[in-house]
């Protein structure tokens, strides 16, 4: 089962903030918003389907999950 790595304190901040953010890029803030979802323990089989993230279906959610655990903050 795929799970956003344990995050440091510093991406929890960053990726909180991007994700409320009104004046990032929108994709950036939907990118944010699937890596803070899925760390809330939320696993990605059932985000898509349990979040108000519309249009996002669980292909693109493994994608970020996983770009986000190798790659950390830069790989949003």
């Keep these: 089962?795929?799970?956003?790595?344990?995050?440091?304190?510093?991406e929890q901040e960053t990726v909180q903030r991007l994700a409320n953010?009104?004046?990032e890029p929108a994709r950036k803030v939907e990118r944010?918003?699937?890596v803070?979802?899925?760390s809330q323990g939320l696993s990605v089989s059932v985000l898509?389907?349990?979040t108000k993230l519309l249009n996002i279906d669980k292909k693109t959610v493994?994608?970020?999950?996983k770009r986000f655990n190798a790659e950390g903050l830069e790989g949003l």
């Design 1 to 10: 089962m795929l799970r956003v790595r344990k995050m440091t304190a510093e």
């Design 32 to 34: 944010a918003r699937i």
């Design 62 to 65: 493994r994608l970020w999950v």
């Design 36 to 38: 803070w979802h899925a």
């Design 21 to 23: 953010s009104r004046t």
């Design 48 to 50: 898509p389907g349990r």
